[in-house]
């Protein structure tokens, strides 16, 4: 207890908080919200529940400190990504890769306790989660009908399909474990690409060799003939009607 005293004590102010705020997202993880209380929290930290009070006021406060940190850290990467100068669907590989590296499995414990407890902070700081929330899931969507317009992405409901694919992504801090699941981070995330792009019916191609996440210049010939194809597709199917309209008049 006073090793962890000592070391507490002996970093900066900021970096004291985000100690706090690691330890009580491990603490409501293990206890649930609820349940864990303040004390618990200063006991693991092994400080009094006074000087804790000097950092958060609340419980309340500090739930409310760790959902708007994971809000704002996601959207930070995710908008460096949206400015980068290439086609969407490596926009859309980076995100996905970063929202599984770096958002979920890289916090764990902060991001169960955010997917599980939101329903615990007040009105108020509900709105402004929300607000984030929002904010995040639009890159996403935004990005997702650009590339319907574009041609390289299928015709779709971009906002359904932004809300799904971030729901595949979060159900993550359910099951993974970096002892038991398949693969690290980015090799999850890889096959999640693959299971996104290719679908599930066989194609004959493992989603363990699909290529994704290229340079852009694979990028961009990756882009390229998936347009050539659907272009490929659309000639077929203007030939396949006027052989129909042809075939109805005679």
């Known amino acids: 207890m006073l090793k962890k005293n000592r070391a ?43 000087a804790l009070y000097y950092y958060f006021s609340s419980k309340e406060d500090l739930l409310a400190a760790i959902y708007m940190q994971a809000i704002q850290v996601s959207l930070d990467g995710a908008r460096e ?50 607000q984030g929330k929002k904010a995040y899931n639009n890159i996403f969507e935004d990005l997702l009908s650009k590339g319907i317009q574009e041609g390289d992405f299928r015709q779709a409901d971009a906002r359904f399909g932004a809300n799904a694919m971030l729901g595949m992504c979060n159900s993550l801090h ?8 398949p693969g690290g981070p980015e090799e999850i995330a890889r096959k999640f690409i693959a299971l996104l792009e290719t679908g599930y019916v066989s194609t004959g191609i493992s989603i363990d060799e ?34 129909m309209e042809k075939h109805q008049s005679s």
Not at 25 to 46: C, H, P, Q, W
Not at 175 to 180: C, H, R, V
């Open 8 to 50: 507490f004590k002996s970093q900066d102010r900021s970096v004291r908080k985000q100690i706090i705020q690691d330890t009580a997202s491990r603490v409501f993880l293990r206890k649930g919200y609820e349940t864990a209380t303040m004390d618990n929290i200063a006991a693991e930290l092994g400080i009094t529940k006074a």
């Open 81 to 130: 990504i949206e400015k980068l100068d290439l086609p969407a669907p490596e926009k859309m590989r980076r995100l996905i890769i970063r929202h599984v590296k770096d958002t979920i499995i890289g916090n764990v414990s902060a991001v169960s306790v955010f997917l599980a407890e939101e329903n615990q902070l007040s009105p108020e700081n509900q709105r402004k989660i929300r």
């Open 174 to 181: 359910r099951w993974y474990s970096s002892k038991d699941s």
């Open 210 to 243: 699909e290529p994704c996440c290229d340079t852009r210049e694979n990028a961009v010939g990756s882009s390229d003939w998936r347009r050539e194809l659907k272009q490929e597709q659309k000639r077929h199917q203007k030939a396949v009607e006027a052989i």
